[in-house]
C-alpha cells in the first residue's frame, strides 16, 4: 500500500485509546490485559457474529436496527447471546462510562461460541457459553478520507451465494473481504470492488456501494451483500427527500461512466470514491454525495440532539 493510500476505517490518532478498558465477558479489563482463549472458537474457527456501532453524544445510533441484524445472525447459526437486548446496551454503556467516552466513539460488539474443550470445528466441544468482547475507541475519521476519496480496483473474489456463506451474516469469518482486500492492495488501490456471482457490481470488501448517475442513486440488489444500516438509511433519506434511488443489477460500465460514487458504512458514514480501476469517477464534483451527507448528519442531529 502506497503512503497516499487510504482505507475507509482512517482515523485521526488519539492517544486516550492506549489506555482503554475493555469488556470480555462482563469484566472490564485494560486493553493490555484483554485476552480470550486460543481455545475460543473465534480464533480456531471464526465462529461468531459482531456488529460496529457508533455512539453520538451519549447515544448509540440506530441501536435497535442493529440489534435486529446481530440477533437475527446469531439465531441462523444457533449461537446463544445469552442475554437480551437491554443486558447489552447494559453492557454498552458500563464500557462506555470506564472508558469516559461520549462521542465520537466506535464499537466493535463480538460474540463466538466460546470455549472449546478440544480444538476441533463440532459446535458441541463449546461447551462454556459464548464469549462476548467489546472494543471502544475514540475514533474519529480523517478529513482527508472526504477530499482525497478512497481509489478502488475490481477484484476477482466475489461475495458468493447464500448456501455457500450467507453473505448477510456479519460473521467472524472475514477471509473472503481480506482476500479480497488484499487482491485491491496488489492492484494499487486501496479497496476492492466485488461483483457477485453474475458479475454485476455488488459491494466493497469492507463497505456497501453505491453510484450516482445523472442524478439517480444506485445500488446493488443486496441479494449478495451486507444488507448494512448505513446503506439502508442512505436508500430511505434519498426517498424522503426526492432523490431518485434505485437498488438494481449494475455493471462495470454504468460504475465506470458513473458522474460520483461513493461508499456506506457505520464508521465514514458516507466515504466518496476517487476512482474504479484508474480511471476517475465523474469530474471530481459530487454534489449528490454531499447533499446526502447533509442528509445523514442531520439525521444524526435530530436522533442524538446534538451535532456529530
Not at 235 to 249: H, M, Q, S, T, Y
Amino acid at each position: 500500500m502506497t503512503t497516499d493510500s487510504h482505507t475507509t476505517h482512517d482515523a485521526d490518532e488519539d492517544l486516550r485509546n492506549r489506555d482503554i478498558r475493555i469488556w470480555i465477558n462482563g469484566k472490564l479489563v485494560h486493553r493490555d490485559e484483554a485476552k480470550v482463549s486460543v481455545y475460543d472458537s473465534g480464533f480456531l474457527l471464526g465462529d461468531g457474529m459482531w456488529e460496529g456501532m457508533r455512539l453520538y453524544n451519549g447515544t448509540w445510533a440506530f441501536f435497535d436496527e442493529h440489534m435486529d441484524r446481530f440477533f437475527a445472525s446469531c439465531k441462523t447459526v444457533s449461537l446463544d447471546v445469552g442475554m437480551d437486548r437491554a443486558g447489552i446496551l447494559d453492557a454498552l454503556t458500563r464500557t462506555a462510562a470506564a472508558n469516559d467516552m461520549h462521542s465520537n466513539v466506535h464499537c466493535r460488539l463480538m460474540l463466538t461460541r466460546g470455549v472449546k474443550i478440544k480444538p476441533f470445528q463440532h459446535p458441541s466441544l463449546s461447551r462454556t457459553g459464548p464469549t462476548l468482547v467489546i472494543i471502544m475507541e475514540h475514533s474519529k475519521p480523517v478529513d482527508s478520507l472526504q477530499s482525497a476519496g478512497i481509489r478502488l480496483a475490481t477484484v476477482p473474489q466475489v461475495r458468493g451465494l447464500p448456501m455457500s456463506q450467507d453473505p448477510k451474516l456479519n460473521s467472524h469469518s472475514k477471509l473472503n473481504c481480506v482476500i479480497a482486500c488484499l487482491q485491491a492492495e496488489a492492484a494499487g488501490a486501496d479497496e476492492g470492488l466485488m461483483l457477485d456471482p453474475h458479475g454485476f457490481v455488488n459491494t466493497t470488501n469492507a463497505c456497501n456501494f453505491f453510484i450516482v448517475r445523472q442524478g439517480e442513486v444506485w445500488t446493488s440488489t443486496g441479494d449478495y451483500c451486507m444488507k448494512g444500516v448505513t446503506r439502508q438509511k442512505v436508500i430511505d433519506l434519498c426517498r424522503a427527500d426526492g432523490i431518485p434511488v434505485f437498488e438494481k443489477n449494475f455493471s462495470l460500465f454504468e460504475v465506470h461512466g458513473a458522474d460520483e460514487a461513493f461508499l456506506t458504512g457505520t464508521f465514514g458514514a458516507q466515504t466518496p470514491v476517487a476512482s474504479v480501476d484508474g480511471k476517475p469517477v465523474g469530474n471530481g464534483a459530487r454534489p449528490v454525495t454531499g447533499r446526502i451527507r447533509k442528509l445523514y448528519k442531520n439525521l444524526i442531529e435530530e436522533m442524538t440532539a446534538g451535532p456529530g
